[in-house]
């Protein structure tokens, strides 16, 4: 089965392009160079293997990922265009929807939940996907969520809740009160990618 990485500002014609049946739409992590990252890239692989067979894609959220993290905002605006597009031009699609880190964050920002809390000040702000849109996804997975160590996460905050997956591995200090900061850098490898994939196959 072929996964396709596309990343945005990567010129495209849009109409011509096949509707697949499922889409992955992720943000990655500080510092990744362009494209899903390797969580993303991890999920993907483990997700390929769970769809029995149906077509599957995959889009990479173009934003820096930098440092900066105002400009997480950009990674949710660019996310958010991406679903727009997909549920206008490709109904049956059923679109996933995910991130690691920084990336988690953006999709906070999507389902209308503060992505670090009201504690620690703000890392920009970008609308919520309108209900429509929201409606349009059919499974979200975030990894190493910042929003989770504040008490919000996606698992049960947020207009996703039901349908999302927040995996946190024990001692990361970014989703969890735990203090092992090399445990927010094994989320590529298992049992994480196929036990968020498990969950998403369940839902698409």
């Not at 160079?33 to 993303?40: D, I, N, S």
Request: glycine letters at 14%; a negative charge; charged letters at 15%.
């Amino acid at each position: 089965m072929l996964i396709t990485p596309v990343l945005v500002g990567t010129p495209t014609a849009a109409a011509d392009e096949p509707c697949p049946d499922v889409e992955l739409v992720f943000a990655r992590g500080t510092g990744e160079p362009p494209g899903l990252g390797r969580v993303g890239d991890a999920l993907a692989t483990a997700l390929a293997l769970q769809l029995g067979g149906r077509s599957f894609d995959t889009y990479a959220v173009n934003y820096p990922a930098s440092y900066n993290f105002l400009s997480t905002q950009n990674g949710a605006n660019d996310a958010t265009a991406r679903i727009a597009d997909m549920a206008g031009r490709c109904p049956g699609t059923r679109i996933v929807l995910g991130g690691f880190s920084q990336g988690a964050s953006a999709v906070s920002m999507l389902a209308g939940v503060a992505p670090i809390g009201d504690r620690i000040g703000s890392i920009g702000s970008a609308p919520p996907l309108p209900p429509d849109l929201a409606g349009s996804v059919a499974a979200v997975a975030v990894f190493g969520n910042p929003g989770a160590r504040f008490g919000t996460p996606l698992s049960s905050a947020g207009q996703f809740a039901g349908r999302a997956i927040d995996v946190c591995s024990g001692g990361d200090p970014i989703c969890s009160a735990g203090r092992d900061r090399s445990a927010h850098s094994n989320y590529e490898l298992p049992p994480y990618p196929g036990q968020a994939a498990g969950f998403i196959a369940g839902l698409v």
